[in-house]
Every structure is written in structure tokens, then in C-alpha cells.
């Protein structure tokens, strides 16, 4: 059986782990919102019209930030229509997505929802068809305390405090010409700075995102993150990263390692801006916002595009499988091992649009195979993310090259003692033996829980008359060894763990004979 080997020690950290790195996203699309979120006829609606078993399976999924409202819709939005009376509010179209939007659902009734969910909201601004006017105007809506118009319209409409939103988008894929309102870099950097500069003239601690690129491979990838940057660098904080993989072609070995462009990305954004706060002479480092990632089978949704005027219809309601979900995990693992520089990151989106989360309408709500890794990696990345070089057996890739068929990060709680592990094994053939020297921890670690996401068929997938076919299990005493740990000298200590094909894993380690 081939073997994959690393070395643990608590000296060698990369960061903090972010919580806002276990981001999602809420997208005024197809039916993120209406019968995903909220659906007022539904048997387990609150008195808000919020379905409570999504609430539910929301925070399982250990949410922490949830980009708001969209997403391509925010580029043709106008939140004044998602505010006061719902009767009194219009039906619009939504050209991002061909669909008509009702408005029952605005800023009001988001906030409400983040706040039974336990969520931070990022709010994303349109910065497509408007301007600073705007941006200012639902800033003061937001986060005014009282006295001004909008300030008062917002206690009138029954929130008395102000929403405190700390993070905002400054657009959203400006670089796309699928974008409503699309612009140059130029155009766009000049609105961005000018928008952040008046937001920041009210409120000078907000933390506010320049949008990147929609996708590393977009002709204008870097030339745009530059110019953007060189217009915007003194006024925000954040650029943003966005990030869909699939399999192409059926070529699913390049597929399992997506991870490896997603460092290359990161590495690609950060060298950009590095190269900007150079060229400008600062000591500021700018973060990555990675305000939208995962497996989206886009090439599948462009065959099946809706062309009526409906509210809420169904798009691209992914059905994702195990490997998918071992593709979830190692993104997860990448955002993770960049915590220096992405510390914050949203897996578009929370319920029915790519999403770990699925509903019917007035039917049941269950947890994609995505959902697993998610969850477990949200529960257990404590305290500092920790340096990880694991010495791996390769595999041929058709985009990558040669990728290491196990990847791993691994995160140290000074406060519990407690080191987690975050594992893939990425061969479609074998599974692959993992040994992990924990030398450097001073006292004996026992395993406290281990869990892994593998399924004989990696195609197998969870639907709504079977939404348990695929979970994360707990690893079996055959495939894990730590005999060694609870030895009186864990100077010797190792782990042992036997990796299945296509599977991801987690096992955390408690200090403890
Ligand atoms: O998440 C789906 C869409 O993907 C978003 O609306 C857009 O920003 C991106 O292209």
C-alpha cells in the first residue's frame, strides 16, 4: 500500500484559523431564497416565514458569515423595493437570472434571518447599475443609529438598532461581461475607491472588498486584480477570489486535485497585490475575500438554462456526489493553509443552488454529501492553522501535472491542547497509509473522534427519499492506529491512519493517555 508521511509541530504556524473562512452565501437566485430559505406555507415555518429545519441545518453546518444578496442578481438590485410594507413592494425582473423577483424577502427579514442562524452578513453593494449615491444610501439604512431619513426608516420598519454590518463587497464580478453594468478595471477601480472613500468617511473601520476576478481564467486575470488595485489599495482591505471546479471530459483525477489550482490562484491573487503595495510603497497587506468557491457543474447548467419569467425556478440545483464532496474537503483543506492571507471565504451557496443544503417545496430539507465536510472541518479547525509538507506519493494529472495523492493541513488549540487533522487521499485505486509525527507535542494525545466522508461507489449521492445515503462516518479501529500516542513519551508518538480511495477524513486528537 503506498504510504504519505508528515510532521506536526505547534512552533509552526501559518495563522489563526478565521472563522470567517466557514463563509457562506445567500444569492437572490433560482430558489436560494424562496422555498430554500423561506417559505411561509411550509409545515415548519417560524412566524417569519423562515423554515425552520433549514435554520436548523444551517447552523449544523457551522455558518459563520453569509454573503448577502447576491451574486451577479446584486448588479441590477435595488434594495429600496425589499423594504417596508411586502404589499406595497414590486415585482422586477432579475436579467441576471431570468427570473422575476417578488421582493417578500429584503434586508429586513435577511437581518432576521442571520440573527436566528447565528450569522454574520456580508453584504454585497451594486455596484453595477448604480454608483456611491446608493452605496451610501443603504450604508446609512444599515448601520445609522437613528435621527437621519434612512435611519429612521429602518426603526420605523421595526429595527431599532442599527445592523452594525462590518463587511461589505464592493460589487460583485465587475470583470464579467455576462455582468449587468460590466466595466474595465479602470472604470470599476475608479468606482470602487470612490465608493469606499464615502462609505469609509462615515464609518472608517468597515472592512470593504474590491471585486477580483471571476475566475483565474478570465483573459484579464491579474491585469484587472493590478489596475484595480493600484486605484483601490489605499481603500480597502480585501480582494476577492472566485472559484467553481467540476470534472471535465469525465477526467476525474484532475477534478480531485482542484485544490492544486486553488493554491496557484491564492498564490496568483496574493503576488498581484503584494506586487501593487510595492509599487505604491505601503506596508499594507491586503486579505483574499474568497467569496465564492465550490464544485459547480456549470458546463451542465449552460445546456439547461431557463428561458420563461418565473419566480423561484430551479437552477442549477447540483446533486452532489462523494467525490465531490472529497473535492469540498480539499478546497476547505487549501482555504485552511492559506489562513495568512484568506480569512474569509463563502462556499456559494447555502440551500439548493450549488449547495450543501437541498428542499423541496413544502417537502423535506437534507444535507448534501458536500455538507459533511463542511460541517466537520467548521467544528474542528481550532486555534492556529499548522505548517504541513506531507511527503506523498504522486499521481499524473491531465491539467496539473503531477499532484501528491494525499493532501492535509492540520490545526493546534493552545487553550484544549486538542490537534486536528485534515486529510484526503486523492488515488481512485488504493487506499493510502498515513503516519503523522506528532514529536513536537509535549504530552500523550489520544484520538478523540475521527470521521470520514468514502463510499464504495463515489459516485453515490443523497436525495430526498434516501438524504443519509452518504454521510461522514466514524473511521473504523482497523484503519486507524495510535497505539504509539498514548505511550508515556510522545516525543515517539505517532499517528497511523489508513486513507480509502476518494475519501476525505478528519481526526482530532486530544491530549490524554
Ligand atoms: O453563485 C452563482 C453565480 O456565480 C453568482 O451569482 C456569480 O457571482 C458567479 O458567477
Known amino acids: 500500500m503506498p504510504n504519505a508521511s508528515f510532521r506536526l509541530d505547534p512552533a509552526f504556524t501559518i495563522a489563526p484559523v478565521s472563522r470567517r473562512t466557514f ?65 406595497d413592494r414590486p415585482v422586477r425582473r432579475d436579467l441576471a437570472w431570468h427570473s422575476l423577483e417578488t421582493n417578500e424577502v429584503g434586508i429586513d427579514e435577511f437581518m432576521r434571518w442571520a440573527g436566528k442562524a447565528g450569522v454574520e452578513v456580508m453584504y454585497a453593494l451594486n455596484l453595477g447599475t448604480r454608483g456611491v449615491a446608493e452605496a451610501l444610501d443603504v450604508q446609512e439604512y444599515l448601520n445609522h443609529p437613528d435621527r437621519t431619513r434612512l435611519a429612521e426608516l429602518r426603526r420605523s420598519h421595526g429595527a431599532d438598532k442599527p445592523y452594525g454590518i462590518s463587511m461589505f463587497c464592493l460589487g460583485n464580478e465587475l470583470d464579467g461581461p455576462w455582468q449587468t453594468g460590466h466595466k474595465t478595471a479602470y472604470e470599476y477601480g475608479r468606482l470602487a475607491a470612490e465608493t469606499a472613500r464615502a462609505m469609509r468617511a462615515a464609518e472608517p473601520d468597515l472592512e470593504l472588498v474590491a471585486c477580483g476576478s471571476s475566475s483565474s481564467s478570465m483573459p484579464t486575470f491579474a491585469a484587472w486584480e493590478s489596475e484595480v488595485l493600484e486605484l483601490t489599495y489605499d481603500q480597502v482591505d480585501y480582494i476577492s477570489a472566485h472559484a467553481y471546479y467540476e470534472p471535465f471530459d469525465g477526467d476525474i483525477g484532475s477534478f480531485l486535485a482542484s485544490a492544486v489550482d486553488m493554491d496557484h490562484f491564492i498564490n ?101 454529501t458536500i455538507f459533511h465536510p463542511f460541517a466537520i472541518t467548521s467544528r474542528l479547525a481550532k486555534g492556529a492553522v499548522l505548517r504541513v509538507e506531507p511527503d506523498s506519493p504522486v499521481y499524473a494529472t491531465e491539467r496539473y501535472g503531477d499532484v501528491p495523492v494525499v493532501d492535509a493541513v492540520a490545526t493546534h488549540d493552545p487553550d484544549s491542547g486538542d490537534v486536528t487533522i485534515f486529510a484526503v487521499n486523492r488515488s481512485q485505486d488504493s487506499a493510502t497509509d498515513l503516519t503523522v509525527s506528532l514529536a513536537g507535542f509535549g504530552g500523550a494525545l489520544r484520538v478523540a473522534e475521527s470521521w470520514t466522508v468514502h463510499d464504495d461507489d463515489p459516485n453515490a449521492t443523497n436525495t430526498a427519499t434516501d438524504p443519509d445515503r452518504v454521510t461522514a462516518v466514524p473511521l473504523s479501529p482497523a484503519s486507524l492506529s495510535s497505539a504509539s500516542l498514548s505511550s508515556a513519551s510522545v516525543a515517539d508518538g505517532e499517528l497511523r491512519v489508513s486513507l480509502a480511495p476518494v475519501s476525505w477524513t478528519a481526526i482530532r486528537l486530544t491530549p490524554g493517555e
Open 268 to 368: 496568483s491573487v496574493v503576488a498581484t497585490a503584494d506586487s501593487i503595495g510595492a509599487k505604491l510603497k505601503s506596508r499594507k497587506r491586503l486579505k483574499i475575500s474568497f467569496d465564492e468557491w465550490n464544485v459547480w457543474y456549470q458546463t451542465r447548467f449552460q445546456a439547461t438554462r431557463e428561458t420563461e419569467w418565473q419566480v423561484a425556478p430551479r437552477v442549477i440545483e447540483d446533486s452532489y456526489n462523494v467525490t465531490d464532496a472529497v473535492v469540498v474537503g480539499s478546497l476547505l483543506i487549501s482555504l485552511l493553509r492559506h489562513s495568512d492571507r484568506v480569512t474569509a471565504a463563502c462556499q456559494a451557496q447555502l440551500v439548493n443552488v450549488i449547495a450543501p443544503i437541498r428542499t423541496e417545496p413544502g417537502g423535506p430539507a437534507w444535507r448534501q
Open 23 to 87: 463563509g457562506s452565501f445567500v444569492e437572490h437566485m433560482g430558489r436560494c431564497v424562496y422555498t430554500g430559505i423561506y417559505e411561509p406555507t411550509h409545515a415548519t415555518a417560524d412566524a417569519d416565514g423562515f423554515r425552520q429545519d433549514v435554520l436548523a441545518l444551517t447552523r449544523e453546518l457551522g455558518v459563520s458569515t453569509v454573503r448577502y444578496p447576491g451574486g451577479n442578481f446584486v448588479s441590477g438590485y435595488r434594495w429600496e423595493d425589499g423594504i417596508g410594507p411586502v404589499a
